[in-house]
């Protein structure tokens, strides 16, 4: 599944379709707010179109400012020589209810634009009616209020602004009816492939792990800078190679490809290199917006809600005179919606699932991998809840199945001594001799001491799970207490046949309570006199590990050990499925609930008939 990822051919080809979708989104984007409003109505002319209004209300300003500042002879020579631009200025006469003429440059042309002005000392109003109540308005203001009357030659013989402005104009409208569709399967195949390569970043035939590059150590605001000073000189570019009248239609097309698809590659790599931090975890610590973001994760999700639809509308606010930026916001907002669709539907089915008691369900990883923002934590939350709950019902089916087990063990481990005390006694009641007197009493009183150690075993398995022992954890020798162990278990240790073998560096000490690790060592030497091959060897080691001390001792079994490590720490469990050994089960239990009293604990390895027990306690 995720071959593609490190395909560089692939790679190569989404890199292709982000420059050239980039560009055409560029291209689009740029086309669309040239024509702003007009993108959408019928076709109009230059002199008729949003642009020359903006040029020529740009004039009309100029001179209305340059005769009050009584700068506009020198502005007429300008006027004259340099643009296309001929006018005529009155301005409102009171006393005649009409407006006198004040210039005129003396040419009139078929193409003109009227404005009227208001000028007070504060600023200059440019209306495209006469407002109502005229005199009213100029004694409340204080200001002088006229009209002006722009002739433009629609020639253009001359290189102004209207020039400019009309090859740009031109050029573009050629394309006016492709800004719209061309732009919308432009931006929907840059995501598609933004996406793609957003999950192929980082992946690379060499290895699995995720790759760090160079650049990626870059502080990611230091290379937004350069970003912006690259796309700088592109804009740059553009407006000398493009915008200029440097060659032929076709070869400013050409142009106008290359510096798009150029920016979209420069755009695209630090894309990537943002994609790679992300994945990496990175981002915070290479980016001081990666650490604000990390602190915005902190902020309650209501919060962070009510702040992206607070921008959002703001956003919209501020951008309702462009109809271009209007629908791309809304068609990201559409696309997030979607996405938000798809993922809560993914989770909607994986909940029902789980609620209908299919806990094998799982959101698959490629499914979660396209996931985003907390959806993909929810999904992950739930495959996490359904292992959880999968192990539970393990874990009850695991205990119900020991608990039975239990009640066989307990039921034979008693009844067994006790239905031999019971016939025993029975056998004494009757006729007997001497000698079988004295054989059935020698039977009577190992069965009642073995009723009894069951006895004993039970009530210390009873408070040593529930802690009801007392603990004195003081400083202890670990090889004295083994050597003691040792010389206590000498004769069973020979008529087992059993060598032990210690190797415990001199003077290793532990925190723990004496008579307690007495007690487990006490229960591991047994269990290896009970079940240990005979003629082989008993290890006794000591070494720290992880700040603790272990105690580890090791044997071959003398049966095949056909059960888990596990199973085999639980109660009334034996070595041997027979059950021919004398022992009620307890000992390993009990040694680890011991351990765990002094802030240890007791862990068994099983590797074929390999036996080990190791006693981790706090070093002291």
């Given at each position: 599944?995720?071959?593609?990822?490190?395909?560089?051919?692939?790679?190569?080809?989404?890199?292709?379709?982000?420059?050239?979708?980039?560009?055409?989104?560029?291209?689009?984007?740029?086309?669309?707010?040239?024509?702003?409003?007009?993108?959408?109505?019928?076709?109009?002319?230059?002199?008729?179109?949003?642009?020359?209004?903006?040029?020529?209300?740009?004039?009309?300003?100029?001179?209305?400012?340059?005769?009050?500042?009584?700068?506009?002879?020198?502005?007429?020579?300008?006027?004259?020589?340099?643009?296309?631009?001929?006018?005529?200025?009155?301005?409102?006469?009171?006393?005649?209810?009409?407006?006198?003429?004040?210039?005129?440059?003396?040419?009139?042309?078929?193409?003109?634009?009227?404005?009227?002005?208001?000028?007070?000392?504060?600023?200059?109003?440019?209306?495209?009616?006469?407002?109502?109540?005229?005199?009213?308005?100029?004694?409340?203001?204080?200001?002088?209020?006229?009209?002006?009357?722009?002739?433009?030659?629609?020639?253009?013989?001359?290189?102004?602004?209207?020039?400019?402005?009309?090859?740009?104009?031109?050029?573009?409208?050629?394309?006016?009816?492709?800004?719209?569709?061309?732009?919308?399967?432009?931006?929907?195949?840059?995501?598609?492939?933004?996406?793609?390569?957003?999950?192929?970043?980082?992946?690379?035939?060499?290895?699995?792990?995720?790759?760090?590059?160079w650049i990626d150590r870059i502080n990611f605001e230091f290379l937004l800078v350069c970003l912006g000073v690259v796309l700088f000189i592109h804009m740059l570019l553009g407006k000398e190679f493009v915008g200029g009248n440097i060659g032929d239609e076709f070869l400013r097309m050409v142009?106008?490809?290359?510096?798009?698809?150029?920016?979209?590659?420069?755009?695209?790599?630090?894309?990537?290199?943002?994609?790679?931090?992300?994945?990496?975890?990175?981002?915070?610590?290479?980016?001081?917006?990666?650490?604000?973001?990390?602190?915005?994760?902190?902020?309650?999700?209501?919060?962070?809600?009510?702040?992206?639809?607070?921008?959002?509308?703001?956003?919209?606010?501020?951008?309702?005179?462009?109809?271009?930026?209007?629908?791309?916001?809304?068609?990201?907002?559409?696309?997030?919606?979607?996405?938000?669709?798809?993922?809560?539907?993914?989770?909607?089915?994986?909940?029902?699932?789980?609620?209908?008691?299919?806990?094998?369900?799982?959101?698959?990883?490629?499914?979660?991998?396209?996931?985003?923002?907390?959806?993909?934590?929810?999904?992950?939350?739930?495959?996490?809840?359904?292992?959880?709950?999968?192990?539970?019902?393990?874990?009850?089916?695991?205990?119900?199945?020991?608990?039975?087990?239990?009640?066989?063990?307990?039921?034979?481990?008693?009844?067994?001594?006790?239905?031999?005390?019971?016939?025993?006694?029975?056998?004494?009641?009757?006729?007997?001799?001497?000698?079988?007197?004295?054989?059935?009493?020698?039977?009577?009183?190992?069965?009642?001491?073995?009723?009894?150690?069951?006895?004993?075993?039970?009530?210390?398995?009873?408070?040593?799970?529930?802690g009801n022992l007392p603990v004195n954890l003081e400083e202890t020798d670990v090889g004295e207490l083994v050597e003691q162990s040792l010389a206590e278990f000498d004769d069973r240790l020979k008529e087992a046949e059993l060598t032990p073998v210690v190797s415990i560096p001199e003077g290793?000490?532990?925190?723990?309570?004496?008579?307690?690790?007495?007690?487990?060592?006490?229960?591991?030497?047994?269990?290896?006199?009970?079940?240990?091959?005979?003629?082989?060897?008993?290890?006794?080691?000591?070494?720290?590990?992880?700040?603790?001390?272990?105690?580890?001792?090791?044997?071959?079994?003398?049966?095949?050990?056909?059960?888990?490590?596990?199973?085999?720490?639980?109660?009334?469990?034996?070595?041997?499925?027979?059950?021919?050994?004398?022992?009620?089960?307890?000992?390993?239990?009990?040694?680890?609930?011991?351990?765990?009293?002094?802030?240890?604990?007791?862990?068994?390895?099983?590797?074929?008939?390999?036996?080990?027990?190791?006693?981790?306690?706090?070093?002291?």
């Amino acid at each position: 599944m995720n071959n593609w990822k490190s395909n560089p051919f692939i790679k190569g080809i989404l890199v292709l379709l982000l420059c050239l979708s980039g560009a055409l989104v560029m291209w689009c984007g740029f086309g669309a707010m040239y024509y702003n409003n007009e993108l959408f109505g019928k076709e109009v002319s230059f002199m008729d179109s949003q642009r020359t209004e903006w040029i020529s209300r740009n004039h009309a300003y100029q001179i209305v400012d340059g005769y009050f500042e009584e700068t506009l002879d020198d502005q007429n020579d300008y006027l004259r020589k340099r643009t296309n631009v001929d006018y005529a200025l009155y301005i409102y006469d009171a006393a005649g209810s009409d407006y006198r003429m004040m210039n005129w440059t003396g040419l009139t042309h078929a193409w003109k634009k009227e404005y009227y002005f208001l000028r007070t000392p504060e600023h200059i109003e440019l209306m495209n009616e006469e407002p109502y109540l005229t005199q009213k308005i100029v004694d409340q203001t204080g200001g002088t209020y006229g009209r002006i009357i722009l002739y433009v030659d629609e020639a253009l013989t001359k290189a102004d602004s209207y020039a400019e402005e009309y090859q740009m104009f031109e050029r573009l409208g050629r394309y006016r009816n492709l800004y719209l569709p061309v732009g919308i399967v432009s931006v929907i195949v840059f995501i598609i492939a933004l996406i793609k390569a957003f999950q192929s970043a980082g992946h690379s035939r060499r290895s699995e792990e995720l790759k760090l590059y160079w650049i990626d150590r870059i502080n990611f605001e230091f290379l937004l800078v350069c970003l912006g000073v690259v796309l700088f000189i592109h804009m740059l570019l553009g407006k000398e190679f493009v915008g200029g009248n440097i060659g032929d239609e076709f070869l400013r097309m050409v142009f106008a490809v290359l510096i798009a698809m150029s920016a979209s590659l420069f755009i695209f790599v630090v894309l990537m290199s943002l994609a790679r931090r992300i994945k990496t975890k990175t981002f915070s610590s290479t980016s001081v917006l990666g650490m604000f973001w990390w602190l915005l994760k902190e902020v309650p999700l209501k919060i962070q809600v009510f702040g992206v639809c607070a921008l959002y509308m703001i956003f919209r606010v501020v951008s309702v005179h462009e109809p271009f930026l209007v629908l791309m916001t809304d068609l990201i907002l559409i696309v997030i919606l979607l996405l938000m669709f798809v993922n809560g539907h993914q989770l909607l089915i994986a909940g029902e699932r789980l609620a209908a008691g299919d806990l094998d369900y799982r959101i698959s990883e490629d499914q979660l991998h396209h996931m985003h923002w907390f959806f993909r934590t929810h999904g992950e939350h739930l495959g996490q809840i359904a292992e959880g709950m999968q192990i539970a019902v393990e874990k009850e089916m695991k205990s119900e199945r020991l608990k039975t087990e239990l009640i066989t063990n307990v039921s034979h481990d008693i009844k067994t001594p006790l239905t031999s005390i019971i016939n025993y006694v029975d056998l004494l009641q009757k006729e007997h001799t001497e000698e079988q007197e004295k054989e059935y009493l020698d039977v009577l009183e190992r069965n009642s001491s073995r009723l009894k150690k069951l006895t004993e075993d039970l009530v210390e398995a009873s408070k040593a799970s529930t802690g009801n022992l007392p603990v004195n954890l003081e400083e202890t020798d670990v090889g004295e207490l083994v050597e003691q162990s040792l010389a206590e278990f000498d004769d069973r240790l020979k008529e087992a046949e059993l060598t032990p073998v210690v190797s415990i560096p001199e003077g290793m000490t532990v925190m723990a309570d004496g008579r307690l690790l007495w007690r487990i060592l006490d229960n591991l030497l047994a269990n290896c006199v009970k079940y240990a091959m005979p003629h082989t060897r008993i290890y006794i080691d000591a070494y720290r590990q992880n700040g603790k001390t272990v105690l580890a001792v090791k044997n071959v079994s003398r049966e095949p050990l056909n059960i888990s490590a596990d199973e085999l720490m639980e109660r009334f469990v034996r070595g041997d499925a027979s059950r021919s050994t004398e022992g009620s089960g307890l000992g390993l239990n009990i040694a680890r609930s011991l351990a765990l009293l002094q802030k240890g604990d007791l862990k068994i390895t099983i590797d074929g008939d390999y036996f080990k027990a190791e006693t981790e306690l706090p070093s002291a």
